[in-house]
C-alpha cells in the first residue's frame, strides 16, 4: 500500500504511567487489547515513558485472540522495529513498530505477546497501566511469544508497555480521544466485559451504517486531575502525549475535573476554585483547537454522599460541580456539549446518580451507567 493511500489511525490505547509491582523480567506478557476499527495492517506504540534507562524488549507477536490467552496459530505475526525482532526504547521515549500484515475485523481482540529479558533489572520501573479493566497474563519465566496457548502464571488487569495500537486507513478515518479520570477509565466497570462509556461508542460507531469511521482511543486514567497530578501527570501535562500525539486524532471528549473539586491527595495546597478549573479547561480547549481538533465537553457527574472515599463529598465541592457544569454547558467554549451529568442524574435528586446508574458508591457509574454515557452521545458531532 503506498504511503499517500491513507494515514495511521489509532484504534485502541492505554494511558501510560508507572505500573504497581509485578513479576515480568525473564517473562512473557500477553494483552488482550480491543480494537475499535478495523484494517489489514497494523502497527504497535510501546512506551518507556517512566522507565529510568533505555529498555530492550522482545521478541514481540500480534495475532488475533480467541479468547483468554488464546491466540488463533495462523494469524500470529512477528513484530519488527526497524527490521529488528527487538524494540529498544530510550528513557522516557516510545517505540513504533514496523507494520504488520494482519487481516484485523472491527472490535476484535487482539492477543499481543511481550517478551522481556531476563537481564533487564529487578526493581526496573515498567511503564504501562495497572488498572486496564481486561485481563493479561504473565507466563512463568521463559519466552513464549510463537504459543497459542500461554503457559499462565499470573492474570494481571496491567498493560505493559503497550500503550497503542493503530491501523492504516483511508484519508477520510478520523480518531476520537476519550480524555478523562476513572470515570473514562471505567474504573468498577466488570473486568473483560468492555463496560465503559468509550467501548459503548466503539460499539455504537461500528454498528451504524454510513457516517464517517472512526477510531476510538480511550485515555482515561483513574484520578486524574485537569490541575494537579496524582498518580500520572494532571491533565494540563498529559494532554500533548495523550490526545495531540495520538495517530489520526480529530476529536477529543474532556470529561475531567471532579477528582479536582475532591482534592484527591487531601492537600491543603491543592484546594481549587471553580474558576482555575474552567481557565484549565479552556487551555486544553485552546491547545486542541491549535492542531484542527473539535473539542466536545463532557458535564461532571454528582458526586454527593460518595461512598469511595467518605468525606470527599462537600457541600462547597458540590457547588464547585455546578458552577463548571454551568460554565460547560453555557459558555460556547467547546464546540458541543455531552450532558453525562444530565443522563445519568436523578431528577427527584438532581445531586445524585439514578441508583440504576449508579455502581453503589456514588461516585462511579455501574455497568447500566457507563453504557448510558456511550449511548447518549450524537454520533453526528463527528461527520
Known amino acids: 500500500m503506498k504511503e499517500s493511500a491513507g494515514h495511521w489511525v489509532g484504534t485502541w490505547t492505554s494511558t501510560p504511567a508507572p505500573i504497581e509491582t509485578i513479576d515480568l523480567v525473564g517473562r512473557t506478557v500477553r494483552m488482550a487489547p480491543r480494537v475499535s476499527i478495523g484494517g489489514s495492517r497494523l502497527r504497535l506504540r510501546l512506551s518507556n515513558a517512566y522507565g529510568p534507562s533505555r529498555l530492550t524488549v522482545g521478541p514481540i507477536r500480534v495475532a488475533l485472540r480467541l479468547a483468554g490467552d488464546e491466540a488463533a496459530k495462523d494469524s500470529v505475526r512477528p513484530v519488527t522495529f526497524g527490521g529488528l525482532p527487538v524494540a529498544t526504547i530510550p528513557a522516557g521515549a516510545l517505540a513504533v513498530s514496523d507494520p504488520v500484515e494482519l487481516e484485523v475485523p472491527p472490535l476484535a481482540d487482539l492477543a499481543v505477546s511481550v517478551y522481556l529479558p531476563a537481564d533487564i533489572p529487578g526493581d526496573f520501573c515498567f511503564t504501562g497501566h495497572s488498572n486496564s479493566r481486561q485481563t493479561s497474563y504473565i507466563s512463568p519465566v521463559g519466552c513464549f511469544v510463537d504459543e497459542p496457548r500461554l503457559p499462565v502464571g499470573e492474570a494481571t488487569q496491567a498493560v505493559a508497555l503497550l500503550s497503542a495500537v493503530e491501523v492504516w486507513a483511508p484519508p477520510d478515518v478520523g480518531g476520537i480521544v476519550a480524555f478523562g479520570d476513572s ?38 486514567f483513574g484520578g486524574n486531575r485537569i490541575l494537579f497530578d496524582t498518580r500520572a ?20 471528549i474532556v470529561l475531567l475535573g471532579i477528582n479536582d473539586i475532591r482534592n484527591r491527595n487531601q492537600r491543603p495546597s491543592e484546594v481549587v476554585t471553580a474558576e482555575e478549573m474552567i481557565r484549565g479547561l479552556e487551555q486544553l480547549v485552546i491547545r ?20 469511595f472515599n467518605p468525606g470527599f463529598y462537600t457541600p462547597e465541592g458540590e457547588a464547585k460541580r455546578q458552577a ?39 461516585l462511579h457509574p455501574s455497568d447500566a451507567g457507563y453504557r448510558r454515557m456511550g449511548q447518549i452521545i450524537d454520533l453526528a458531532l463527528f461527520d
Not at 494532571?234 to 495531540?244: C, K
Request: glycine residues 12%.
Open 233 to 252: 501527570e494532571s491533565g494540563l501535562r498529559r494532554f500533548d502525549r495523550d490526545v495531540l500525539a495520538q495517530s489520526g486524532v480529530t476529536h477529543v
Open 288 to 307: 486542541a483547537h491549535a492542531h484542527g481538533l473539535k473539542v466536545l465537553g463532557g458535564t461532571l457527574l454528582t458526586f454527593e454522599h460518595e461512598t
Open 324 to 362: 463548571v457544569n454551568e460554565w460547560i454547558r453555557s459558555s460556547g467554549a467547546f464546540d458541543a456539549v455531552i450532558d453525562f451529568e444530565g443522563a445519568l442524574r436523578d431528577p427527584s435528586h438532581p445531586t445524585r446518580m439514578l441508583p440504576m446508574y449508579d455502581c453503589g458508591d456514588h
Open 183 to 220: 470515570l473514562t477509565d471505567g474504573n468498577l466497570s466488570t473486568v473483560d466485559a468492555h463496560a465503559r462509556w468509550p467501548d459503548e461508542l466503539a460499539r455504537r460507531l461500528a454498528a451504524r451504517r454510513g457516517g464517517r469511521r472512526l477510531g476510538v482511543m480511550n485515555q482515561g
